[in-house]
């Protein structure tokens, strides 16, 4: 499984997004506000899950801010932790 | 010291007087020092109290919760002795700054154990309130030598001064915008991996109102926000219930009153969280009810609508 499809996966599991499939969720779709619609609580959560299932540590905002932008972003920023 | 204000939810520094009135006990702190700044500001009081309409409302608030079985002349007294003891905190804030931290005695109960909750480099997060004095708070905390992070929020055209401002010097702490990118979670949660200190207000909702669980407070719910537990319950960093009170003219004691461990909860439901909300709000009612007239959170907490952008007062 990508990193994308993962991704999708435990968004779901783990924030318990309700009636929603990973099919549904769009790679370029925005996480936060309109889109998925997570919010900013969310976001915290959001940096446990990828640290708990890829383990890849977001530590500040200065990384946070361009990679918690869409799956594909997030997806990208977890690739390239994981091959540094 | 209140005003007027256009807007009915607005609450900032120019709600507690115009400049030249804040500058006019600038001065009298300068040339007579913090017992004459007093002593202008039980007039000053009086006449707010007994003209100002908006005065008692924003007071009224916590007071018709705190004191219910009064009225009438016993809630003017109320009032006034509440606004009395606010003026007196801002008064000794500014002195802080113009006549230097010497001019106060600051004790710290639970210095020990606040050392160890630093020792164990979880980050930790200072729960307090709107009340006593937390800029006394925050220099109390020099001795666990940690970068000190604030959540808050200042209005633009804010007259009022901080005690650093009047002294000077750099803001000994960072703030964090609770507007800012995802309200201010990332740059939260940033402070905490890296063992700094992160404090917030837990008596105030400073960004969404989905952030907020209702919790019983002065016998009414009470929606009060959850984000720094939510905080806690990522990092594992420990939540300490913290609050200063004046104990005298030129004393202040600031103590820690609880120390909080937020297990870890997964999802997005807010109602995990509101047994540990609860047990804030209890630690906080007790204050209010041993120190009734240091409690200067004006807002209405119990209406669920505090959600504007305000400073930490």
Same mark, same amino acid.
């Given at each position: 499984?990508?990193?994308?499809?993962?991704?999708?996966?435990?968004?779901?599991?783990?924030? =318990?997004?309700? $009636?929603?499939?990973?099919?549904?969720?769009?790679?370029?779709?925005?996480?936060?506000?309109?889109?998925?619609?997570? $919010?900013?609580?969310?976001?915290?959560?959001?940096?446990?899950?990828?640290?708990?299932?890829?383990?890849?540590?977001?530590?500040?905002?200065?990384?946070?801010?361009?990679?918690?932008?869409?799956? /594909?972003?997030?997806?990208?920023?977890?690739?390239?932790?994981?091959?540094? | 010291?209140?005003? !007027?204000? =256009?807007?009915?939810?607005?609450?900032?520094?120019?709600?507690?007087?115009?400049?030249?009135?804040?500058?006019?006990f600038?001065?009298t702190i300068k040339l007579g020092g913090r017992k004459a700044a007093y002593l202008m500001l039980y007039?000053?009081?009086?006449?707010?109290?007994?003209?100002?309409?908006?005065?008692?409302?924003?007071?009224?608030?916590?007071?018709?919760?705190?004191?219910?079985?009064?009225?009438?002349?016993?809630?003017?007294?109320?009032?006034?002795?509440?606004?009395?003891?606010?003026?007196k905190?801002?008064i000794d804030?500014?002195v802080?700054?113009?006549l230097?931290?010497?001019s106060f !005695?600051?004790?710290?109960?639970?210095?020990?154990?606040?050392?160890?909750?630093?020792?164990? =480099?979880?980050?930790?997060?200072?729960?307090?309130?709107?009340?006593?004095?937390?800029?006394?708070?925050?220099?109390?905390?020099?001795?666990?030598?940690?970068?000190? =992070?604030?959540?808050?929020?200042?209005?633009?055209?804010?007259? $009022?001064?901080?005690?650093?401002?009047?002294?000077?010097?750099?803001?000994?702490?960072?703030?964090?915008?609770?507007?800012?990118?995802?309200?201010?979670?990332?740059?939260?949660?940033?402070?905490?991996? !890296?063992?700094?200190?992160?404090?917030?207000?837990?008596?105030?909702?400073?960004?969404?109102?989905?952030?907020?669980?209702?919790? $019983?407070?002065?016998?009414?719910?009470? &929606?009060?926000?959850?984000?720094?537990?939510?905080?806690? /319950?990522?990092?594992?960093?420990?939540?300490?219930?913290?609050?200063?009170?004046?104990?005298g003219p030129d004393?202040?004691?600031?103590?820690?009153?609880?120390?909080?461990?937020?297990?870890?909860?997964?999802?997005?439901?807010?109602?995990?969280?509101?047994?540990?909300?609860?047990?804030?709000?209890?630690?906080?009612?007790?204050?209010?009810?041993?120190?009734?007239?240091?409690?200067?959170?004006?807002?209405?907490?119990?209406?669920?609508?505090?959600?504007? &952008?305000?400073?930490?007062?």
């Open positions: 499984m990508d990193i994308k499809q993962k991704l999708k996966q435990v968004l779901i599991e783990e924030l =318990n997004l309700e $009636d929603v499939t990973p099919e549904e969720i769009g790679d370029e779709e925005p996480l936060f506000g309109e889109g998925l619609g997570l $919010d900013s609580l969310d976001a915290v959560e959001l940096v446990v899950v990828v640290q708990k299932h890829f383990g890849v540590e977001i530590k500040d905002m200065e990384e946070g801010r361009p990679a918690l932008q869409t799956i /594909s972003t997030l997806a990208a920023f977890i690739e390239a932790k994981q091959q540094g | 010291m209140l005003k !007027q204000s =256009n807007d009915k939810n607005s609450w900032s520094s120019r709600s507690i007087g115009s400049g030249w009135q804040h500058r006019a600038y001065l007039f000053v009081v009086a006449w707010y109290v007994l003209f100002s309409p908006l005065a008692r409302a924003r007071a009224g608030h916590y007071l018709a919760r705190r004191f219910p079985e009064s009225s009438g002349l016993q809630r003017l007294w109320h009032c006034y002795r509440l606004i009395l003891e606010f003026g905190v801002l804030r500014a802080v700054g113009i230097g931290a010497e !005695q600051v004790c710290l109960d639970g210095r020990e154990e606040l050392l160890e909750l630093c020792a164990e =480099n979880r980050g930790m997060i200072l729960m307090t309130a709107h009340v006593g004095c937390w800029q006394l708070a925050m220099s109390a905390l020099e001795f666990l030598q940690r970068p000190v =992070n604030m959540l808050m929020r200042r209005e633009d055209g804010d007259i $009022d001064r901080h005690y650093y401002e009047h002294a000077g010097i750099p803001c000994p702490y960072q703030v964090i915008d609770p507007t800012g990118y995802l309200g201010g979670t990332l740059e939260m949660l940033g402070v905490l991996k !890296q063992g700094q200190i992160l404090s917030v207000m837990g008596d105030r909702l400073l960004g969404s109102d989905k952030s907020s669980t209702p919790v $019983d407070f002065l016998g009414e719910p009470a &929606p009060l926000p959850f984000s720094a537990y939510k905080l806690a /319950s990522a990092t594992g960093a420990p939540l300490v219930i913290f609050f200063t009170r004046k104990t004393s202040y004691r600031v103590q820690l009153a609880k120390v909080l461990r937020v297990p870890q909860i997964k999802g997005r439901s807010t109602e995990h969280f509101a047994p540990y909300v609860q047990e804030f709000a209890v630690v906080l009612e007790e204050f209010s009810r041993q120190h009734p007239y240091q409690f200067y959170n004006f807002h209405n907490m119990w209406s669920g609508s505090q959600s504007e &952008p305000a400073e930490q007062e």
